[in-house]
Each structure stands twice: as C-alpha cells, then as structure tokens.
C-alpha cells in the first residue's frame, strides 16, 4: 500500500515537473511576431500576421458608440449653424465723428446726445467723449486745440458744428469746410453733415455752395432757426438751445424744486435795447405795479440790431440768472434779433413756462401760421404766447388765482416736455444721419 502512494505521488510531480518545462518554452522560447499591419477587409474580416484573415473582434458598444458619435456631430453643427445666424442678424454699428467748432456742439453732445466730457474741466484747449445712439457709436472733439488735420479719423463719416452768425465766424467756418472739401476729394472722407448756428435773420447764402443739392459735398445740413431752407429731407429744423458758451449746465431738479412755491411770478434779466419791445415790457411792468411780483434786472444798449454781442457775463451774474429761472414761475422771454432765443430753453430747463413774445421779426426768416418758433410749436410746447406785451397783466392776474398743486403740475409739463423734445432731437438726428450716411432703411 505504501508502496502504491509513493508510485501515484512520483507520477504526479513528474508530470507537474513536465507541464512546468513546457510552459516555460512557451514563454521564452516560442514567441509569436505580431503584425503591425491591421485592417479592415470586409464587415467581420481583417488581416492580420501579414496577409492571413481572420475574424474581427466583436465589440458589444459599438452601436452606442457610433449612435454617441451622431449625436455629437449634430449639436457641433447646430451651434454652428447658430453662430452663423447670430453673425448675419447682429445688428450692424457705424462710426462717426463730431468736431464741435461752435459752442451749440456743446448742446448737441452735452444737452441731445448726453454724451460725456473728458477732461471735465470747462477751460481744457480739448476736449473728447463717445457715446452710443441707436447703430451709430459717435465720438465729440471740440476745444482750441482741435484744429485742421490734427484730429486722427477712424471713419469717413463727420459732422462739422459750425456759426454761421455773422462774417467773422462765417469765415472761420469756410475754412473748416475747405479742409473738409479736401478731405472728400482725397477720399478719407465720403460722408458729411452740417450743424449750423445760422444767421438770426436766416440770411445764409454762403453755405449754399458747399451743399450737394447745389454741386457740393455736405449731404445734410441741420440748420438754427426758421429758415425757408427746411425741407426735412436734407435740410432739417436744429433747436437753438441754451447758452453753452455761458457754460449753462445740464440742469437736474430735485422733487423738491419741483413742488416748492417760488417766491416770483416772473423774471427779465436782459439786455435792454433802444426802440424794442423791451421797452415796451418794461413800460407795462412800470405803469401795472408789477416790478415787485417780477425779478428784474436790465443793462442798457443804445443799439437794436447789435452787431456783435459781446459777453459781459461773470460767474455771480450766471448763478444770479439760474436762480432767477429757479425762483420765477414764469420767464419773460421778448423779442431779440430773432424770436427764438436762449432764454425760452433755459427757463424750460428749471420748468419756469417760457412767456413768449410770438412776432415774427425781420430778415428772411420763414413766415407763416407755424412761425416763428415752427419747431417748438410742432413739438406742441407748452408756453403762454403773447401778440403784445399790454396783455401780460392779465396773465400775472391768472397766476395769482393758480393753486400751488397746480403750478407744479405745469411745472412739471414743462420738465417733461422739455425733456421729450431733447429726446425726439436726438433720435431725428440718429435716424437723419443712419439713413443719410449709411441707408439703413
């Protein structure tokens, strides 16, 4: 028996000793040479140990696998396809530049545009700002410093602000529009619109050339006063504004402006002219008793037509102004050179109604049912026109028979209207100019 145990066990670790010498020669003496070359033949086949086929290896994820792969395709190409159409409907932007050569620039950029200043400081030999308004992305250069050639263009589109008041400033604006002139035959500049200060008679002839109605280059001419001139397609209607070149400030009223009393029913602080209407409200104040219920505050001039008005303005008459219109219920605003004048905008701006001399006065100026004043009157301003100033005691009378609440609810017409017309001037000159430069619609 013990004998069958030690024949069984040697059999057995002889054979485990033989199986052992074999796979060892497997592994170090009979390697196989696997082919580099792998490819598929047909679904199923490939070769493989250098031109023998044989069947591929299944893979049980390569539906979900190849299904994966589509959907991936397919967001890859709708977010192209997206971003294809957000390129094409983005809306287009354009560039144009202001060079503000006269001191309505000011209002236009400051007062329409609400763009900013910089540097802020009023005194500054230049000064520049952008700011965007509908497609168009404006940039303002104005000051001593910006002269011919010395503004860099980033775009052929540019709007001059020039005065055309009278002969001196109209000479210095031909030379501005010459070196514009230039510009356009060099062809660094294609596109050009004109703010004009005009002439307050509406005598302005010598610009005539430069527009291309005529053979020149000016496309659009926005022009100060009612001048015959306007036809709302090339030659549009520009608000004379406040006196920038007083420095008069964008004016902002607290709730509490708004609703307090003034103290006055109305204001004149002027120059007082020899054989003008002027004289003839200061009579009516005198002869009435109406001086104590109106700040007044007048410096004489022999002459009417005056042919330069020359600043006689400080910093203590300017704050003595504004606060008359602030303290003042209503601004009497007569006749000058013209009918339209700084006072009428800057006494809306402190939501004093404007008490309007409504004549026409001479000159060349369109007339009519709309005149004078046709721009303020389309816009449906809210103002007390007089024909005469002998009924101006009667209107004082009305005033002293109005309730607080309802000078502040006319207060604040006046505030909102204002604030409307500066709005509607800033799109009309928006779409004026997207349309006449760069024909959007």
């Known amino acids: ?106 209002y236009l950029w400051e007062h329409i545009l609400e763009g900013p200043l910089n540097p802020q400081d009023k005194s500054s030999q230049w000064r520049e700002g952008e700011v965007q ?38 000479s210095y604006s031909i030379q501005w529009l010459q070196h514009v002139q230039g510009l356009v035959q060099m062809h660094s500049v294609s596109r050009v619109a004109v703010v004009l200060l005009g002439n307050e008679q509406c005598n302005n002839d010598w610009i005539s050339p430069y527009l291309k109605r005529h053979g020149g280059f000016v496309d659009l001419l926005f022009l100060v006063y ?54 003839t409200l200061m009579g009516v104040l005198k002869q009435n008793g109406l001086e104590k219920d109106c700040l007044m505050h007048v410096r004489e001039n022999k002459c009417f037509f005056v042919i330069r008005w020359v600043p006689q303005e400080t910093a203590d008459t300017s704050r003595q102004y504004q606060m008359a219109l602030a303290q003042s219920d209503l601004t009497l605003c007569p006749v000058g050179v013209n009918t339209e004048c700084y006072r009428i905008y800057e006494a809306c701006a402190y939501g004093s109604v404007p008490v309007v001399e409504d004549v026409l006065t001479p000159g060349a100026c369109a007339a009519g049912n709309r005149s004078p004043l046709r721009l303020l009157k389309d816009a449906g301003a809210p ?28 207060r604040m017409r006046v505030l909102e209207w204002y604030g409307g017309l500066r709005q509607q001037m800033k799109d009309k000159f928006t779409e004026v100019l997207e349309d006449g430069f760069f024909k959007t619609t």
């Open 133 to 170: 308004s509908g497609k168009i992305n404006f940039s303002f250069y104005t000051g001593p410093a910006v002269v011919q050639g010395h503004v860099s263009l980033d775009t052929d589109s540019v709007v001059l602000v020039l005065n055309g008041r009278e002969q001196q400033k109209i």
């Open 1 to 106: 028996m013990r004998f069958l145990r030690r024949k069984i066990t040697i059999i057995i670790i002889l054979a485990y000793a033989i199986f052992s010498l074999y796979a060892a020669y497997n592994v170090f003496f009979n390697k196989r040479v696997i082919s580099r070359v792998h490819r598929v033949v047909k679904k199923g086949y490939v070769i493989i140990d250098n031109g023998k086929a044989g069947e591929e290896e299944w893979n049980p994820w390569e539906e979900d696998e190849r299904a994966y792969s589509l959907i991936q395709q397919k967001r890859r190409d709708a977010f192209r396809s997206y971003q294809e159409h957000a390129a094409k409907n983005k809306p287009k932007t354009y560039k144009v530049q202001i060079w503000g050569k006269a001191a309505i620039g000011l």
């Open 226 to 279: 009612d001048s015959p001139w306007v036809n709302d397609k090339d030659i549009f209607q520009w608000p004379l504004g406040v006196a920038t070149y007083r420095h008069f400030p964008v004016v902002t009223l607290s709730g509490q402006m708004v609703k307090t009393a003034r103290p006055y029913l109305c204001n004149f602080l002027g120059t007082m002219y020899k054989n003008s209407s002027r004289e």
């Open 383 to 410: 103002f007390i026109f007089l024909k005469d100033w002998r009924e101006l005691p009667a209107v004082l009378q009305r005033e002293r028979e109005m309730s607080q609440e309802e000078k502040t609810e006319r």
